[in-house]
């Protein structure tokens, strides 16, 4: 019985030690764990992040908005010619454009993590 209550301190002290390196956002209620394109959680779905903050301007449909970069698959997101980060999450950020529903931090956290991951396509981490 002794052990379970050392095993939980220690998750209970592992889980609140793990730090991120951007501590300037907000990070309470924000789970960042787990992040992919695609997610059975959408929580943890990149897509639909993108689904609700971009696609107004980054569909087929919708680039008379004046963008021509299309984001409806991963491998259009996960272009190499522009740099996410900076455009999404870093101190210039200037997507979403000025103007339209801008992301959350926690949002920003969940980006930042998924980049740092190597952009995990789905739950497996493909
Ligand atoms: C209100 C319209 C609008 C929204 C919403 C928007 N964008 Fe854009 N985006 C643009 C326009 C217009 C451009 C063309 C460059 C410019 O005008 O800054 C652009 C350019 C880009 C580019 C190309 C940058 C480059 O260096 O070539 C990427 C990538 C991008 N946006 C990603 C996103 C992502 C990801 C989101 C959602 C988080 C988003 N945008 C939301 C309008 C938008």
Redesign the pocket.
């Known amino acids: 019985m002794k052990h379970i209550f050392y095993f939980l301190f220690l998750i209970l002290f592992v889980t609140c030690t793990i730090d991120n390196e951007y501590d300037y956002f907000n990070q309470h209620d924000c789970d960042t764990i787990g992040i992919s394109y695609v997610n059975s959680n959408l929580d943890k779905s990149i897509q639909a ?2 689904n609700s ?2 696609l ?3 569909s087929e449909l919708n680039m008379a ?5 299309v ?1 409806e698959t991963y491998e259009q ?1 996960t272009n190499s ?2 740099d ?1 980060y900076d ?2 999450v870093g101190p210039n950020a ?4 000025v ?2 529903p801008q ?1 959350t931090d926690c949002e920003k956290l969940k980006i930042d993590n998924w980049i740092n991951n190597q952009y995990p396509y789905d739950e497996m981490g493909r």
């Not at 908005?65 to 970069?69: A, L």
Request: net charge positive; aromatic share 8%; with cysteine.
């Open positions: 992040i993108i903050k971009c107004s301007c980054h908005q004046g963008s021509f970069v984001l997101l010619s522009y996410l455009l999404l200037s997507m979403p454009k103007g339209s992301l």
